[in-house]
């Protein structure tokens, strides 16, 4: 029964493809013969360039379109360029396996970044032990300051009441503004430690984004299509390395011939077969109809084939969870 099945579609096949062909022909024909009766009678031209009410017939009892098609991911298939030049040093992923959001897919030669950072980290260290040390001794300073300038008031009492001579009070004066002097030298050099601080903060953060760069990551989940890069190869900055698959439904995307675009529907069901050789392997329905028609972008390769033809895009979704492999060709018959 099944064998019986796939005669009886084949033989579909061939002849709507053999309707398409004579159609075509039919068309050329009239053309050519209104191109003559032109130069006879141009009042005749609209009637003329009708189609046929027996090839209009022949279309509105065709149950059945078939459509080129190609399986793909809804979503877009996406090509990663990489944000970083380099060798490749190594690589995690290859074609097919699954991809998690922010997975390594390669790694660059990152020696320099690497051995960049780590000095900036060191030197981070260094600065804050540094400024460490600077605020001890302004504690220090700001502590004698403050002792210094309680025994000056004091002093000052003495002196008032004749009990502590001028000359004390002037040297201790002078020692309470070195004192003074010294912890505000002591916070501008806190300040400037802070400051540099900072700013190797920023350059170390620059260096992490660099080396970060070298690390080729998925920029989605999805599956991995191709990866053109192996251990050992020169990357320039911004060039492809992988197509991926964004993580969704996997439809299919296809094309039917612009003398069938207008009974086109959203809900047809589909069969989706090996091109030629009957074997159906997944079942769908359309639900998406291009609003316009455009050039052929989906060709079988089958001698003879017009690539000049308008075709309609349709979207097809797959039911169930069908074993299907995106980028594939297939045979997609349309009840109408």
């Given at each position: ?10 033989q ?6 053999y ?9 050329f024909?009239a053309?050519i013969?209104?191109?003559a009766?032109?130069s ?5 031209t ?11 017939d ?17 979503g ?7 944000p970083?030049g ?10 097919g396996e ?7 897919i390669?790694?660059l030669d ?17 600065e804050?032990i ?5 605020k001890l001794a ?6 004698r300051?403050?002792?210094k300038?309680?025994?000056?008031e004091?002093s ?12 004390n009070?002037?040297?201790l ?11 505000e ?13 900072s ?13 970060e ?9 999805g ?8 251990p ?8 492809a390395?992988a ?10 995307r ?6 069938f675009?207008?009974r ?12 030629g ?5 997944a079942r769908g329905?359309?639900?998406?109809l291009?609003?316009?028609l ?5 060709f079988?390769g ?9 075709v ?5 979704q797959?039911k169930?969870n069908?074993?299907v492999?995106v980028?594939?060709?297939v ?6």
């Amino acid at each position: 029964m099944h064998q019986k099945n796939n005669q009886k579609m084949t033989q579909l096949i061939k002849n709507q493809k053999y309707f398409i062909s004579m159609t075509r022909f039919i068309l050329f024909a009239a053309l050519i013969i209104t191109a003559a009766g032109c130069s006879n009678n141009n009042e005749n031209t609209a009637q003329d360039n009708k189609m046929p009410d027996a090839v209009l017939d022949d279309i509105k009892l065709i149950t059945e379109i078939i459509a080129t098609g190609k399986i793909e991911p809804e979503g877009t298939i996406l090509k990663l360029a990489s944000p970083s030049g380099g060798i490749v040093k190594e690589v995690y992923r290859y074609e097919g396996e699954s991809l998690k959001q922010g997975e390594p897919i390669a790694l660059l030669d990152n020696d320099l970044e690497r051995i960049r950072l780590e000095q900036l980290v060191k030197q981070m260290e260094s600065e804050r032990i540094r400024t460490g040390i600077e605020k001890l001794a302004l504690a220090e300073a700001e502590i004698r300051l403050k002792n210094k300038s309680a025994l000056l008031e004091s002093s000052k009492r003495l002196a008032a009441g004749g009990s502590e001579s001028l000359q004390n009070i002037e040297d201790l004066m002078t020692e309470t503004e070195a004192l003074r002097l010294f912890v505000e030298r002591q916070r501008l050099s806190v300040s400037i430690s802070t400051t540099r601080i900072s700013e190797l903060q920023y350059q170390a953060d620059y260096a992490r984004a660099e080396a970060e760069k070298k690390i080729l990551r998925a920029p989605s989940e999805g599956i991995l299509l191709d990866i053109s890069i192996r251990p050992g190869m020169a990357v320039t900055q911004y060039s492809a390395y992988a197509e991926m698959a964004p993580a969704g439904r996997t439809i299919v995307r296809a094309e039917v011939d612009e003398l069938f675009a207008d009974r086109l529907r959203q809900g047809q069901k589909v069969i989706i077969r090996y091109p030629g050789t009957g074997q159906e392997i997944a079942r769908g329905e359309v639900y998406y109809l291009s609003p316009f028609l455009s050039g052929k972008s989906l060709f079988t390769g089958q001698t003879g084939e017009q690539e000049d033809r308008l075709v309609r895009e349709v979207k097809i979704q797959l039911k169930g969870n069908p074993s299907v492999i995106v980028n594939t060709k297939v045979e997609c018959i349309i009840e109408i």
